[in-house]
């Protein structure tokens, strides 16, 4: 569906000369961009980058290396670029043209992005005036071999999707280089970047080539919902920046002066700054950088990445250490550096919490990949991931775990945020509740170990306090699916109805299923999964297939019905139990031990989803509890028992993510 224009749209004049170089015309064109409109699925229903094999066998990724100059122009509050993308078709199908993006103009008036703030009543971009949005713009055309290219923006007058015809076929197996130059400003309505004073948070900067996969270009508008897609290559960056400004980058600071040992916190450690991970590698020499008076050149480099992001401040303190772990002969780095950047913190307090945060994720990952890791603090409150680098706006351990967990979900699991935010906004929420202990089937374990029912009676007031968090996020959970029309979980990002209804599902909802893909699988298998996945698909584009395929080969076990009901559809887990009967099995008469005791009780699901409900009966020894098959809508479940039954439960300590299993207890007679 095509988006309203804003009532601030600017003049046809005024446009041109935002959009473009100096003199282009920008002409609106037919809005048919790949991989959307209405012929698109709303929900992907093949995969699109794992292969039929299901493992990585037959995978392909296109690949991207950015070699850039870019130069901060204070004065003007934007960045001066220039470079080359060498851009690999490693897909077996010859292409024409490039996709890129040009992010930072979803900042402006005449963004699909302010359309979409105008016709929901939010007045954020719609209204800037020069020098107060953003906008990214070529100085002049893109070149291959000194020719200039022809470059259209096919939405405009948004301006954020721009496709560049190539002088001749890319076919498979080749490269082409493709130089550029450009300027890029930050706007200072802040949202994931901005400006103020001498702070900027370069977010979104350079011409980032959309990803080419199984279903051709992915070259969506930039608009509230979705964000990050890119493919994988190096980025070798060097800054030209006043000397005073102290620099947070992606990637390794392999020459030059970041700023950090000048203004080291007193008592921190000096920076390690861990140039030794690329020492090895022969990287070309950066074009050569004019420096003018008062500036200094600093040069980074990051190696399988998808994005880069950076942050400068003159007013930045810093922190760092390293993160050192033995030698294992798995992918890794035996020491990463940790750096931390902020104006405002509290010393030594987020580099804990980054410490923290890596031990938990490596605990359920395994090595973190990259040689290291910043967080720099941001304008802006809350906090977004790139790889290597989070930019947070706020002193929060949860928030850190949250941002970390997407280096590895997201950064080096490289989901399609466009169409598929589930896969990482929803685990990264997962992870972090778990990381608090409030993760279901973890929480259940600790819980039958005590046997532990009533959680009114649980004598341990910190258990009871998490039991009662896990509660009330279900019930966030399952109140967002309750409405009429509530969208699945898999629904491309740009259509739903709201930044509230997408933060609701691919956030919360989508951390609901995975606690119910926990309680599916158990807890060691679900481990498994994690590591597997990790170990198999880190530093690859991955989609629902890769996850449900890996953790099928796991368990053994066909999981489409799983992943179809979560992502496919909306509903909840909502069954119940009918009044057991109780009976001796054997006969008396020919008995020589005592006879067991049989518990038979019908359960009938009532809900959206199948889920292999526990079924629990209480002795005086305890409890025992059974595992429901997941498909049938009614089925009987049978427990036999040494010793006289004395209470039925539906799920009895808690682990599935339902509110309604509570309407499932009997008391025996």
Same mark, same amino acid.
């Given at each position: ?10 003049? /046809? ?6 959009? $473009?170089?100096?003199?282009?015309? *920008? ?8 991989n959307?409109?209405?012929?698109? #699925? ?47 078709n ?19 008036? $005449?963004?699909r ?49 721009v ?8 076919? #498979? ?24 004073g001498r702070?900027f ?58 700023? &950090? ?25 950066p ?31 810093? +922190? ?22 902020? =104006? ?25 990949? &990259? ?7 941001r ?5 977004? +991931? ?45 992870? =972090?509740? &778990? ?6 089937? #973890?929480?259940?374990? =600790? ?27 279900t ?17 491309? /990002? ?31 298998p ?25 953790? +099928? ?11 179809d009901?979560? *992502? ?28 067991? &005791? ?35 809508d009614?089925?009987?479940v ?32």
């Open positions: 569906m095509r988006a309203s224009l804003p009532r601030t749209l600017l003049a /046809s004049a005024a446009l041109a000369a935002a959009l $473009g170089a100096p003199g282009d015309t *920008i002409v609106a064109q037919p809005a048919g961009l790949p959307q409109g209405p012929e698109a #699925p709303r929900v992907p229903k093949t995969p699109a980058t794992t292969p039929p094999s299901g493992t990585t066998t037959g995978y392909w990724q296109q690949r991207a290396d950015y070699q850039i100059v870019a130069q901060l122009d204070e004065a003007r509050g934007l960045v001066d670029a220039r470079g080359t993308l060498r851009y690999t490693a897909s077996p199908d010859t292409l024409r043209e490039l996709w890129l993006h040009q992010h930072l103009n979803a900042f402006r008036p $005449g963004s992005w302010s359309a979409d703030d105008d016709a929901k009543g939010r007045e954020r971009f719609q209204a800037l005036k020069d020098p107060d949005y953003g906008f990214e713009r070529f100085t002049s055309a893109p070149r291959v071999e000194g020719r200039a290219l022809r470059y259209s923006y096919p939405l405009a007058p948004d301006s954020t999707v496709r560049v015809e190539l002088p001749r076929p890319l076919p #498979p197996a080749q490269q082409v280089e493709m130089q550029l130059a450009w300027v890029a400003r930050p706007s200072t309505v802040l949202r994931r970047q901005g400006r103020r702070h948070d370069f977010a979104q900067w350079f011409p980032k080539v959309a990803v080419y996969d199984r279903h051709g270009w992915k070259p969506n508008a930039f608009v509230a919902q979705g964000e990050l897609h890119g493919e994988f290559g190096t980025f070798d960056v060097t800054f030209v920046l006043p000397a005073d400004q102290v620099i947070a980058a992606t990637g390794v600071p392999v020459s030059g002066d970041p700023g &950090w040992e000048r203004v080291r916190v007193p008592g921190s450690a000096m920076p390690w700054y861990a140039r030794r991970a690329y020492a090895s590698v022969a990287l070309p020499q074009p050569r950088a004019g420096r003018p008076a008062g500036f200094r050149t600093v040069r980074f480099v990051a190696r399988d990445v998808h994005h880069f992001g950076w942050s400068v401040s003159p007013d930045y303190r810093y +922190e760092g250490d390293q993160w050192v772990r033995p030698r294992t002969g798995r992918p890794g780095w035996d020491t990463v550096a940790l750096h931390v950047l902020h =104006e405002r913190w509290t010393p030594g307090r987020t580099l804990a919490d980054l410490r923290h945060a890596l031990s938990w994720l490596e605990s359920i990952y395994g090595p973190y990949a &990259w040689p290291q890791l910043t967080i720099a603090e304008l802006e409150g809350s906090g977004t +991931e790139f790889p290597m680098l989070v930019m947070n706006g706020e002193e929060d351990r949860s928030l850190v775990v949250h941002e970390a967990g997407h280096q590895f979900t997201y950064g080096l699991l490289a989901n399609n945020e466009w169409q598929s935010a589930w896969m990482d906004e929803g685990f990264t929420t997962y992870q =972090e509740l &778990w990381s608090r202990g409030e993760a279901r089937v #973890p929480l259940a374990a =600790e819980r039958a170990a005590r046997q532990w029912h009533d959680v009114v009676s649980i004598p341990d007031s910190t258990v009871r306090r998490r039991v009662r968090a896990v509660e009330a996020f019930a966030t959970v399952e109140d967002g699916t309750r409405l009429r029309g509530a969208p699945p979980l898999g629904l491309r /990002s740009d259509l739903f109805a709201s930044k509230d209804d997408y933060d609701a599902m691919v956030y919360d909802r989508a951390a609901g299923m995975y606690a119910a893909l926990h309680d599916v699988m158990g807890d060691e679900f481990r498994t999964l994690l590591r597997t996945y990790y170990g198999r698909w880190s530093f690859r584009h991955v989609d629902r297939w890769a996850m449900q395929k890996t953790a +099928e080969g796991v368990t053994g076990t066909r999981l489409g019905w799983f992943f009901q979560w *992502i496919d559809s909306t509903g909840t887990i909502d069954y119940l139990l009918e009044r057991p009967t109780v009976s001796r099995a054997g006969d008396d008469s020919t008995a020589t031990r005592p006879r067991p &005791w049989v518990v038979t009780v019908q359960l009938q699901r009532r809900g959206v989803y199948r889920h292999p409900m526990p079924v629990g009966v209480r002795t005086a020894s305890g409890w025992t509890v059974v595992r429901a098959e997941p498909l049938p009614r089925q009987t049978r427990i036999v028992l040494a010793e006289p039954p004395m209470d039925v439960w539906l799920d009895p300590f808690g682990t599935v993510e339902s509110r309604t299993t509570a309407q499932s207890r009997f008391v025996l007679p």
